[in-house]
């Protein structure tokens, strides 16, 4: 999902379901990221999460959930520097 950025206007977050005992990371996920996807499609942000809020059809709902995350939180990769 996009969130806002003062500079390139919005940036992808990723909100991830993470599979009970799991010992992925977001170190994990975005290394694996960044050897399956393109460089621009890459999330700037990753958030691991125990369970996603559901519908009563159990999917995921999108709605709102912007709302109820923090950013701070989120975990984001060193930036390099020339």
Excluded at 4 to 28: F, I, Y
């Amino acid at each position: 999902m996009g969130v806002p950025d003062p500079v390139a206007g919005q940036q992808v977050l990723l909100v991830a379901e993470s599979v009970e005992n799991s010992t992925l990371d977001e170190l994990e996920l975005y290394t694996w990221l960044t050897s399956n996807l393109p460089k621009h499609a890459r999330p700037r942000y990753l958030i691991l999460t125990h369970a996603l809020p559901r519908t009563p059809t159990n999917k995921v709902l999108k709605t709102g959930l912007l709302d109820t995350i923090d950013l701070t939180d989120a975990w984001s990769p060193p930036v390099r520097r020339s």
